[in-house]
Structure formats: C-alpha cells, structure tokens
C-alpha cells in the first residue's frame, strides 16, 4: 500500500516551453501533498505544500508564478513549470500524506527535468 | 530556519550493525522524526517514523532521546543492497514545516 507515482519520469524541454508533471496517489486519498525539489548530491527541499480544494503554499523563496500548482483530486496533485530555463533543471519529486490520520509522507518516483 | 544536520558520508561491511544519527536542535512540540532512503535518480524509500523513546520495525529501530534534538537509525544487519544515502525528515502536518537533513551516504562493502 502506499504507493504515489509520478508521470513523466523524466523530460527534457527547450528554454521558454512550460512542462507540467503529475503526482498520483494510487491507493490512499491524500487531501495534502509535497512537492519537493533535489539538485545533485543536494538534500530535498520543500517547494510547496499542495491542499485538495485550495490554494498551495509556497515556500520562501519559490516562485508560486513560476511553479503553478493544482491539486483538483484527492488523488492528483500537478507541477507545471512555466517558461522552463536551464536553472529549472533538477529532480523533482512530490509525495502524499494519508487522510488515514497519519504523519508519515509517501514519495513519487520522481521527475528528472532538463531544460536546453 | 531550523537546521537539521547529519554526518555525509558512513563506510560499513556486510552484516554490521550500522547507526546514523540526525541533529535537529530546534525541533518543534509536535514534529515528527522520520527516516528515508533514497537510491540514485529515485524517491526516497520510508524506513521507519518515531515521536520520542524507541521504535522498531521489520527492518530498522530508531532511538530518540528525551530531549527530542537528536535521533538515531540503526540498520541491524546490513547487506551491499543498503548502499544508498540516508535522510532523515523532522515536520508535522501541524506547521506543515518539513525540513529534510543533509543526507548520510552509506556504503556498504563486502
């Protein structure tokens, strides 16, 4: 149980062009999900906590005009990286939290984003 | 913002028993401690979550002291497939304020 998944797992765009990612949670609903943001041999660092129904939060720092989030569904939250430049390229990877009550973040696969 | 450090890098052989400490000196009332792994250009793997005192599970124990600013995972009995880095979580859905550490990567050899 507890699986999230990530759909693309990885892509690779032209500077300018906008990218949308997709995280699911395919077997809990999960009213709250993450989304983080891992460059290599870097730690994760949250970009935004995304709430079913609502406006996410961003945190300080990131751009909420640039990483637009929408989370329609208990099940789907979406990352879309707009006017990509080669900075925006990393590794993204979102993660769900059970609405059984519980603490614990499940992760995606991640997103492997390259931006020429 | 809370800083929450960890050693960078552990050398260990097959079948030892191998501990990682995390420090999160500004741990908050109602935060969790959980741990992860995470191989190469893959999400981090959930080992095990703990509040205070002692926890274990099938594959990991994680020690928290009383004071909560610290906590330990110990891997009982590693093997070559537990090379990976090691990265604990400190956060509630209270604040919504996760902060991963900075990572321990762990090679195990043979």
């Given at each position: 149980g507890a699986v999230v998944s990530q759909h693309p797992s990885w892509v690779i765009c032209k500077s300018g062009t906008s990218v949308k990612i997709e995280c699911r949670s395919l077997d809990f609903q999960a009213t709250t999900?993450?989304?983080y943001r891992q460059f290599p041999k870097q730690s994760l660092m949250l970009m935004a906590t995304s709430n079913e129904g609502s406006k996410a939060t961003y945190e300080q720092?990131?751009?909420k005009d640039k990483f637009l989030i929408n989370h329609a569904s208990l099940t789907l939250s979406t990352l879309t990286v707009t006017s990509a430049h080669p900075e925006d390229s990393s590794?993204?990877?979102?993660?769900?939290?059970s609405d059984?009550?519980?603490?614990?973040q499940y992760f995606g696969p991640g997103t492997r984003l390259l931006v020429l | 913002l809370a800083k929450t450090t960890q050693p960078i890098s552990m050398d260990s052989y097959e079948g030892q028993e191998v501990n990682i400490t995390c420090s999160h000196n500004n741990i908050a009332t109602n935060d969790y401690i959980t741990?992860?792994?995470q191989f190469p250009s893959q999400g981090p793997r959930f080992?095990?979550?703990?509040?205070?005192t002692k926890v274990?599970?099938?594959?990991a124990s994680l020690f928290i002291p009383a004071d909560r600013k610290s906590s330990t995972l110990s891997l009982p009995r590693v093997s070559l497939s537990d090379t990976a880095v090691y990265y604990c979580l400190v956060g509630s859905s209270g604040t919504y304020k996760y902060?991963?550490?900075t990572g321990t990567r762990l090679k195990v050899l043979a």
């Open positions: 999900m993450f989304w720092g990131v751009e590794f993204y990877i979102c993660s769900a939290r059984r009550g519980e603490e614990t | 741990w992860y792994q080992i095990i979550q703990g509040y205070k274990t599970n099938e594959v902060i991963f550490g």
